[in-house]
Nanobody
Framework: QAMLVESGGGSVQTGGSLRLSCETS????????MGWFRQAPGKEREGVGR???????RYADSVKGRFTISKDNAANTLYLQMNSLKPEDTAMYYC???????????????????WGQGTQVTVSS
């Protein structure tokens, strides 16, 4: 059983930065696919990006060049560095783990079987 706990959310102005963390226990972040997702009020959950066991990353077009996913294997923690934030980035952000994949990570949230509780990010104009 995995437990994921996000932190680092908050309120920033347009152009600001935030770094989200996802402390993980029960499974190693170095071994499995992990992803970041977000959900804004009234909208469906969308994939922000994901990282595989080798450290390969993929991003949604909407965040490419602004967001960076990384992981600290020793700390068993996943990160999401968010720069040049825009009001449209406002959402609840979730980290997730797919314990069935190590590579070929998907952006489909249905494949991720462990989720954190989320952390709110609000960007004001």
């Amino acid at each position: 059983q995995a437990m994921l706990v996000e932190s680092g959310g908050g309120s920033v102005q347009t152009g600001g930065s935030l770094r989200l963390s996802c402390e993980t226990s029960g499974y190693s972040v170095s071994t499995y696919c992990m992803g970041w997702f977000r959900q804004a009020p009234g909208k469906e959950r969308e994939g922000v990006g994901r990282i595989d066991s080798a450290g390969g990353t993929r991003y949604a077009d909407s965040v490419k060049g602004r967001f960076t996913i990384s992981k600290d294997n020793a700390a068993n923690t996943l990160y999401l560095q968010m720069n040049s934030l825009k009001p449209e980035d406002t959402a609840m952000y979730y980290c997730a783990l797919d314990s069935r994949r190590r590579i070929g990570c998907t952006s489909d949230s249905l494949w991720y079987n462990y989720w954190g509780q989320g952390t709110q990010v609000t960007v004001s104009s």
